[in-house]
């Protein structure tokens, strides 16, 4: 592992903080270091009050920080000497621990300070570091961990037993450091938990991590123990509907819709299809913290209900030993191993499904790498529940407000890139959807660059392509609850006479065609829906009201609309609803461009303000306000409702 640090960059952090949070950022860089919040940094500084005396102030990293990313608001200033006092208590409960931290903060506002700050301030150095290096917990959670630890490192670190964060680890640092620190002491590992370095510098604080954290990764590559590879003999053969099936088993059991997210990488599969995988997967998490996104062990294979079951065991056996009541949390897997899926992590949202993925992937390093030490070992199943009902965490679930209206759910938008479309994937983002977002124009795939966006270039007339785009989408979140059928062309004005069959042709390919093979290829999809599947039409005003000239555009959509209908009438058992719009004069897309917009309105008469508004309510409809209503039609207010047709062109005297 090599130091980052750069005199150049560095320079550009200037004030007190400048080289702490420059040196935290380093840190973030590097995944095998901290992940997804993870790890923590702090500096003692001293400052002037409005009263002219010095103080001591403790920065630590405040809650809801990445490393990565850190800023200096997101260090929290605390008084150090009352918070170094709390270590010497014989005993504090964590929830009083965090109170008194939050209430002595140093600037109103702050975020709250790390739950591990009293570690920060016991600590007689400046500039604190802390991580949770995989090489370190691939030796500390190997046979003889503390002693394997202590080889490499001699006097350089204080070595830990594991003890949960929180007051009682601080505590015992507290006592354990002053005891066993030397003057060489430039460290402190707790063992199945991370790695603290210190300095009087940011830079030497930083570099010490890195040359402690080398040192274990050579142990590693000594013992032949840091590279692996997997063969990777069969592809992976997960359908599907077989994907969006386990997706609906583990929503059921969960109660809530959740996205799965699945990874049939070599590793991934290689590792799922490990011959010991019962036995490695088994014991717990690489480091406890994991375990409030991951829960304690994967799922292996497809049986939620026996996952399920084996959780409340779990739950059962541990409750009693806790010091309070515990709420058992959904018995619900978030994590799943399976020789044809790979892996496949389960979450709220399409972000919380990727920290799961990114903290396995490391996980499985962890465990390989120990294994190869001669046996992966993690810590208890009582320290893992520790962590999972944490007081802390618990408190956090009965504050949790209710989540946006879709979390959880999926929608699959047509002709995503502009107009409609576009506005229809920021609705469902809004309210909290994941989005596969399909388009003609290979610029879908980089217009949002967002965990909870896939983007595919697809055309739509085109079997092949709605299959890939499917199957991209169902890998990535599981399943599709909603479908908004968008996508649709407008030929050129042309007399019934002169159309030519290929624009006859090629405007019901996409209007109708594209639209039912669609359908019947997400029908076994969204007939497992938890909440039931929802799908969205975007018809036209011409379906009712046709326009002279739109011959072929207002066929193709009066098809699609009796389409829509038939829908409702077939799919009502299945639990779909299926509803139209009828946009008219949404000027705001693509198609309309400041010329058109003039030509047309000069050709009623009318002034270009005039043409926009030129309807009943005299108000312009922006793609955004069929969007909104594109997205509620598939929320709550509409649960009673299917085959309805609802204009949404501020009045219309043709279709009133
Ligand atoms: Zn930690």
């Not at 007190?16 to 992940?35: A, I, N």
């Not at 510098?201 to 570099?207: L, N, V």
């Not at 039912?516 to 379906?543: D, E, F, T, Y």
């Not at 739109?550 to 799919?571: C, F, G, I, P, T």
Request: proline content about 6%; overall charge neutral; aromatic content about 6%.
């Amino acid at each position: 592992m090599k130091s980052l640090w750069d005199d150049a960059e560095a320079a550009r952090f200037g004030g007190p903080l400048g080289p702490r949070v420059y040196t935290s950022r380093l840190l973030g860089r590097d995944k095998s270091l901290v992940l997804h919040g993870g790890g923590n940094t702090s500096v003692k500084l001293r400052e002037r009050n409005l009263f002219g005396e010095d103080e001591d102030v403790l920065y630590v990293k405040g809650s809801g920080w990445d490393l990565e990313t850190i800023e200096p608001a997101g260090f929290t200033p605390v008084a150090l000497g009352h918070v170094r006092r709390l270590a010497g208590l014989s005993s504090l409960p964590d929830p009083q621990m965090v109170n008194e931290l939050n209430t002595h903060m140093l600037r109103a506002g702050a975020p709250s300070p790390s739950v591990e700050t009293i570690l920060h301030a016991i600590l007689p150095h400046p500039y604190v570091d802390h991580t949770h290096a995989d090489a370190v917990l691939s030796v500390s959670n190997a046979p003889e961990g503390e002693k394997r630890i202590r080889d490499i490192y001699g006097e350089r670190v204080v070595v830990i037993p594991y003890i949960m964060a929180g007051f009682d680890l601080a505590a015992h640092c507290a006592r354990e450091f002053p005891k066993q620190a030397t003057s060489d002491c430039i460290g402190m590992v707790l063992l199945s938990h991370g790695i603290f370095s210190f300095g009087a510098e940011a830079r030497e604080s930083y570099e010490r991590m890195i040359d402690l954290v080398t040192l274990a990764e050579e142990y590693l590559r000594k013992k032949k123990a840091w590279h692996f590879s997997f063969s990777s003999a069969q592809p992976p053969g997960a359908k599907r509907e077989e994907i969006a099936s386990l997706r609906r088993a583990i929503a059921d059991q969960a109660g809530f819709p959740l996205v799965l997210k699945v990874n049939d990488s070599e590793k991934f599969l290689g590792f799922a299809r490990h011959p010991q995988i019962e036995r490695l997967s088994q014991k717990g998490p690489a480091t406890p913290d994991h375990v409030i996104r991951t829960k304690p062990l994967p799922m292996l294979g497809r049986d939620v209900a026996g996952y399920a079951r084996k959780y409340r065991e779990y739950f059962e056996r541990q409750a009693p030993h806790a010091k309070d009541k515990k709420t058992m949390l959904d018995a619900a897997p978030r994590m799943v191993l399976d020789p044809q899926l790979g892996f496949a992590a389960a979450g709220r949202t399409a972000r919380d499904a990727a920290i799961v993925e990114d903290l396995y992937d490391h996980t499985i390093d962890v465990i390989l790498r120990a294994e190869a030490l001669g046996g992966w070992r993690a810590v208890s199943e009582r320290d893992l529940f520790d962590i999972e009902y944490w007081d802390l965490e618990q408190a956090k679930l009965r504050k949790a407000g209710s989540p946006p209206l879709f979390t959880g759910e999926v929608v699959l938008v047509t002709g995503a890139a502009s107009g409609i479309g576009k506005a229809c994937v920021e609705s469902f983002l809004a309210r909290g959807a994941a989005v596969i977002a399909l388009d003609v124009n290979p610029a879908i795939e980089t217009l949002w660059s967002r965990v909870d966006v896939l983007g595919v270039t697809c055309d739509l007339t085109d079997p092949k392509a709605i299959e890939s785009g499917l199957d991209q989408g169902v890998k990535r979140f599981g399943g599709i609850d909603m479908l908004v059928l968008n996508a649709g062309i407008f030929p050129a004005s042309q007399p019934i006479q002169e159309i030519a069959a290929q624009t006859w042709k090629g405007t019901m390919a996409v209007n109708v065609e594209a639209n039912l093979m669609l359908m019947q290829r997400c029908h076994p999809l969204l007939k497992l829906a938890l909440r039931g599947g929802r799908i969205v039409v975007i018809g036209s005003k011409n379906v009712p009201a046709p326009g002279p000239g739109a011959a072929a555009y207002s066929a193709s959509k009066a098809a699609l609309n009796q389409l829509a209908r038939v829908a409702a009438l077939e799919w009502a058992t299945d639990g779909i609803r299926i509803n139209s719009l009828h946009p008219n004069a949404v000027y705001d897309t693509a198609l309309w461009t400041d010329e058109v917009l003039a030509s047309r309105a000069k050709a009623y008469n009318l002034t270009v303000e005039q043409y926009r508004k030129n309807n009943l309510l005299k108000q312009e409809v922006s793609s955004r306000d069929v969007a909104e209503l594109a997205a509620e039609m598939c929320g709550p207010l509409f649960a009673k409702t299917t085959a309805a047709q609802v204009p949404v062109d501020g009045g219309n005297e043709r279709v009133v």
